[in-house]
């Protein structure tokens, strides 16, 4: 079977944070295959806002609605940075793929969390690079996270 004839399923994805979360929405939805079908912020009229900017109905204040919806299937987690390593980890426990804004953790504990979450989940999780002269950002965020690129295309052609 080439490539052409491969079907593709429709990726579900759940936004977590609307600050730069807002920009993985919108690309979110330039991607053929791709359906956002919820999004989160703790801000209820940012998330009013965001959501009808962007038309996405489903919106929560709490961010678990995104992480345990069994319809969704990828995760970005954009939200505050004490926040992105519980919810890296509860969402690979619930079989998301996950992107996560750096820091993936602000501690050695959480960074190890994730890893053992993502290790367990089969999922593939990824984070957007850190430049190493940030102040705030130490190795935590570069420990190995990543599946390859080739595994998503994988997944999502199965």
Not at 129 to 158: E, N, Q, V
Request: proline fraction near 3%.
């Amino acid at each position: 079977m080439s490539v052409a004839e491969t079907a593709v399923k429709e990726l579900r994805a759940g936004v977590i944070g609307l600050g730069v979360g807002e920009r993985h929405l919108a690309g979110y939805k330039l991607i053929d295959g791709v359906t956002v079908k919820a999004i989160a912020d703790i801000d209820p009229e940012k998330l009013d806002a965001v959501g009808a900017r962007q038309d996405v109905a489903e919106r929560h204040t709490d961010w678990r609605r995104i992480v345990e919806d069994p319809e969704i299937d990828v995760v970005s987690i954009c939200s505050y940075d004490d926040a992105h390593a519980d919810q890296a980890e509860l969402a690979l426990k619930n079989g998301k793929h996950v992107m996560v804004e750096k820091p993936v953790a602000l501690d050695r504990a959480g960074a190890e969390r994730v890893m053992r979450a993502w290790a367990d989940s089969g999922r593939i999780t990824r984070s957007a690079p850190a430049r190493s002269s940030a102040t705030g950002f130490s190795t935590i965020t570069c420990l190995p996270l990543f599946s390859a690129s080739s595994a998503w295309s994988a997944w999502a052609s199965s």
